[in-house]
T-cell receptor, first 113, second 112 residues
Framework: NAGVTQTPKFQVLKTGQSMTLQCAQD?????MYWYRQDPGMGLRLIYYSASEGTTDKGEVPNGYNVSRLNKREFSLRLESAAPSQTSVYFCASRVDRRNEKLFFGSGTQLSVL | GDSVTQMEGPVTLSEEAFLTINCTYTATGYPSLFWYVQYPGEGLQLLLKATKADDKGSNKGFEATYRKETTSFHLEKGSVQVSDSAVYFCALLGQAGTALIFGKGTTLSVSS
């Protein structure tokens, strides 16, 4: 069972570079999420997709864009990376809004120099 | 808006000690409440949940009771093990059901 798969696991960028974090789930879930985890801040929601074809901003969307490519895949793009975006990024999914259980990927550790 | 506040860590205990990690919440209506656990190098996993007042969630020896009168959902375990060392997150899902809101996390370190 793969569950939620994130790539890459580690990435180092220079300020101003762009990149896309990939996330795919094989559980036929409708809802997908991107969180960032920072020391002392816990997890903060960046963007989410309640269902295929929809995306919405979370608590900290600035500097990010997302694409729900299909039901399985939900990518997060940094157009012009900044040091403040150094963080661990987690993708998560759940069946739908009525089901509370969230399944997480193993994370992407991103450093922006 | 909805929010979760949990005790600051780190919490350092000896094996077989009693554990309490405090969690309080602010939300309108009747949210569902959760504890997630994150082991080193991994994503979060659901530990237990409670969906209505006075419900008790339990799993792997951990327990938490949904107390609406005190807006709390404290995590307890009677006898911790070294393998319980991890970061614990309290979370809520509001009535709108949009997304989980997490506390800042509490690091637990258990020594033998």
């Amino acid at each position: 069972n793969a569950g939620v798969t994130q790539t890459p696991k580690f990435q180092v960028l220079k300020t101003g570079q762009s990149m896309t974090l990939q996330c795919a789930q094989d559980m036929n879930h409708n809802s997908m999420y991107w969180y960032r985890q920072d020391p002392g801040m816990g997890l903060r929601l960046i963007y989410y997709s309640a269902s295929e074809g929809t995306t919405d901003k979370g608590e900290v969307p600035n500097g990010y864009n997302v694409s729900r490519l299909n039901k399985r895949e939900f990518s997060l793009r940094l157009e012009s990376a900044a040091p403040s975006q150094t963080s661990v990024y987690f993708c998560a999914s759940r069946v739908d809004r009525r089901n509370e259980k969230l399944f997480f990927g193993s994370g992407t550790q991103l450093s922006v120099l | 808006g909805d929010s979760v506040t949990q005790m600051e860590g780190p919490v350092t205990l000896s094996e077989e000690a009693f554990l309490t990690i405090n969690c309080t919440y602010t939300a309108t209506g009747y949210p569902s409440l959760f504890w997630y656990v994150q082991y080193p190098g991994e994503g979060l996993q659901l530990l237990l949940k409670a969906t209505k007042a006075d419900d008790k969630g339990s799993n792997k020896g951990f327990e938490a009771t949904y107390r609406k009168e005190t807006t709390s959902f404290h995590l307890e375990k009677g006898s911790v093990q070294v393998s319980d060392s991890a970061v614990y997150f309290c979370a809520l899902l509001g009535q709108a059901g949009t997304a989980l809101i997490f506390g800042k996390g509490t690091t637990l370190s258990v020594s033998s």
